[in-house]
């Protein structure tokens, strides 16, 4: 049987049993039960040596007594009770196991010796499992969750394969907040059995998956790997953060996933040709994604940028700068344009300040419109959304006032928004934007239409130009912008 | 008259005049006159020459109505009427004036002309004044504002002075989040009269600043600055963030604040021999201030990691030893009493990974007792907030044990938290925190007490890791820590 067979099993079972199951508040058997209980629609069967019942469920004393079958095995046992359970799932004709329990080779030698018998017990009964010393995984399109725990994850085309449960569970945290929608998420934790490679192969070729993200501590088929991922990015982009980059960072890796990590600059070279989006932090594997999820592919490194007031104009010259974009020359017509907009007072160049006017949007198509701006940036208070009316007092006697003419300002802010993703898919230009004073963005119909567009302003135009600087790297690998 | 003394009256006017005070939601006279009504206890007098009221508030045609005296005029006009503006100041008497306009010496030769010639009339009639081209100003402790919006603020001992308005305005936004305190905020403007460098002389000597934030496009007195920074550093921490690094971005910076930026490396060395803090971002002077008002400076750059899972430990070392921080290496007797509170399965090592249990505060005391570390840094899911447990979905029927459970974990944590802060005294060593889930992190008792004693954790390691490393920076400078 395939392995895709198996994998197809994690994320679709239609039963799942739950070894070491608890009502014990606080245990990892305990939160991933619960979950399982409120989520998906399938058979959950709780096994616990003491019988009786957890959260309401009937608990078995073993996974033989399990009524029906069972697709999934999810292991919360002890290290030294891990073989037995995975006998167990043979003997049960389980296909799929998913090893939580920690304490295997990544904390000692006796560890690795049982791992290696949990995989020789596997191996002969025919089941594949992910881990051991892992935190699960999920499928938001089958509602299908082994985590222990979760912040609130948004359903959507960005999947995550991690070598750190912790850092993975970052990435869709982070992301919720940037309003970033996740399909799959796998913590491949010490890769007994399946790699990483294997994953990556599977969401190389799963439909709900339109861009890959991955934390890396090492590769175990390091060759393989590469061979994959320059297949995989013809078709969808590839976006690693691998950690253990300085020498103590890398023997705490070994410590960790007991994955070596090898050469900093070979790996960066490998990515390079492979085009693989190699990035530094967590965020930046949220921003990439967010960008590469709602913003078309630029032709090339020059930006436009518009900034409410010329610090922030500074602020993202530096920026886009030192990441080697370009700042655009404005046409005489683009000039033309913004000064029928804008007063006198406005900066008459790229970056583009109105000057202490609250406009945005108005700036925005010229630049979309000029053949010499590649991509634009927009930086201000409140990003696209509000403007700074948001922030003002606003006395009782004008509320009235106020909310008409807050009212007015959304009507247009939502057509002008509509007309600009017209104009960036049509000129195929992205649009990023940043904002300053995240916390107080107003949570309109504006905000909502950006969010649902995977278009929320990026905190800073620092994260913002990065984020921009990816996909000119994607594009130009691709060969759709030109090279430096 | 001191200038001193001109800036006392621009901090605690007992009289403000609004010169373009506005009923029109959305200009600057609007918002300006909206925060004076509604702040403080002054007198606050809007002029508009079209008389009737502002906000409820009898408008006054000309500063020359007014009946009593006006300590501080605010001036909203169009650039053309700014002279008339100043010399209507002149006649009243008025001590110190905000000039808010834009479009003088920043915007065309004309600008510049008139620019010189509200100088000249101030000069003459004994007034000092802010701007033009600025956002005003504000002082939390008098309840001072004069800025058009704003954000949330909190009063505390951070003050800023910023050549970009809303850099300045990003920087308290964005500590606002981060549970920082402010002072005192000026946007200086064009710095047609008073320079950077008087603000940073005044705030030297004033109580209420323990931290000088600087967002800086360029110095109209270099040599003065490095020498007020060299006094000040000695007493109170001053932090820089220089934009305009790049040939572009400076070129954008003398467009905006017409101040020449200088070499960039040349600012750097000068700094460093001045005990300045260099900070390269808004939210980088937000994290320094942080942890320099509520950390002790180490005594050297030995750092002990407690990390919620391998992974998070990966990417803090690697965080701390790209900033040149040191992995310290823990002492027999540490490991002797982290073996006594953790599982088997813990890392047995620095960085510190429990291995699955949720365990923080015990593992801090023995690494604040070990003579082997300078700092500590701990990185986890929520900081030191919270548990796993907050992120569990929690049955109906486990509703009062859970309860309980989380009675029980708050007060225990309150007290390990009160415990923690005496021993970060004790001891002289910070505490930095760092959570990769901020937006989930809980609002409960222990969030509050960390936040009002400046103790929230930093969104990721990266950035604890920066503000770890400036605290660092500074004590070897100040000679409390030894050096490389």
């Given amino acids: 049987m395939h392995l895709n067979h198996y994998l197809d ?20 058997g305990f939160g991933i039960i619960s979950l ?35 697709d999934v095995a999810v ?3 002890a290290v030294k009770d891990t073989p037995a359970a995975m006998e167990d799932c043979v003997r049960k004709g389980v296909k799929f196991a998913i090893v939580i329990s920690g304490g295997f080779s990544e904390a000692s030698e006796e560890g690795a010796r049982v791992e290696r018998e949990v995989v020789k017990i596997a191996r002969q009964g025919g089941i594949r499992f992910v881990g051991p010393n892992c935190m699960g995984h999920f499928d938001t399109y089958t509602d299908f969750f082994t985590i222990p725990f979760k912040n609130p994850v948004r359903k959507g085309p960005v999947s995550i394969i991690t070598q750190s449960g912790n850092s993975g569970i970052a990435v869709f945290a982070q992301g919720w907040d940037m309003g970033l929608g996740f399909s799959k998420y796998i913590n491949s934790g010490n890769e007994a059995d399946i790699h990483f490679e294997d994953y990556l192969e599977y969401l190389g070729q799963d439909e709900n998956t339109g861009v890959i993200l991955g934390y890396v501590e090492g590769f175990r088929e390091g060759k393989r790997f590469l061979e994959l991922a320059g297949d995989i990015t013809k078709r969808k982009p590839v976006v690693i953060f691998k950690a253990g980059r300085t020498e103590e960072g890398a023997r705490a890796a070994q410590s960790h996933s007991a994955a070596l990590s090898g050469s900093d600059a070979v790996s960066n070279a490998a990515f390079r040709q492979t085009g693989v989006i190699r990035v530094q932090k967590i965020g930046d ?50 000039i033309e344009k913004l000064n029928s907009v804008m007063s ?17 949007y108005p700036c925005i198509w010229p630049l979309l419109e000029d053949e010499n701006v590649d991509a634009v940036m927009v930086v201000g208070g409140v ?13 009782d006697l004008l509320k009235d006032d106020y909310a008409r003419f807050m009212e007015k300002s959304e009507r247009e802010m939502l057509a002008d928004l509509e007309r600009m993703m017209d104009m960036m898919k049509r000129h195929r230009k992205p649009v990023i934007a940043a ?11 504006v905000y909502e239409k950006l969010e649902s567009n995977y278009l929320l302003p990026y905190p800073g135009p620092e994260r913002a130009a990065k984020a921009l600087s990816r996909l000119v790297e994607y594009s130009e690998y691709l060969g759709i912008a030109r090279g430096k």
Same sequence: chains 1, 2.
């Fill in 9 to 28: 099993h994690m994320f679709n079972a239609e039963s799942v049993a739950v070894i070491g199951a608890s009502n014990v508040l606080g245990k990892w």
């Fill in 36 to 70: 399982l209980l409120r989520n998906g629609g399938r058979k959950v069967y709780p096994v616990n040596r003491k019988g009786g019942d957890v959260l309401g469920a009937k608990a078995y004393r073993s996974l033989g007594e399990v009524p029906g079958p069972v």
């Fill in 75 to 77: 292991i919360v046992t």
């Fill in 285 to 334: 594997l949220v921003d990439t994604a967010l960008a590469l999820v709602s913003q078309p592919l630029p032709r090339g490194r020059r930006v436009g940028v518009i900034s409410m007031g010329g610090g922030l104009g500074v602020i993202s010259t530096d920026a886009l700068r030192k990441l080697g974009l370009e700042m655009a020359r404005l046409s005489p017509e683009t």
């Fill in 344 to 360: 006198e007072r406005w900066s008459h160049g790229n970056p583009v300040d109105p000057g202490g006017d609250p406009i945005i």
């Fill in 383 to 395: 990003g696209m959304v509000g403007g700074l009316t948001a922030l003002m007092p606003i006395p």
């Fill in 435 to 445: 904002s300053m004073v995240s916390g107080s963005v107003v949570k309109s119909r």
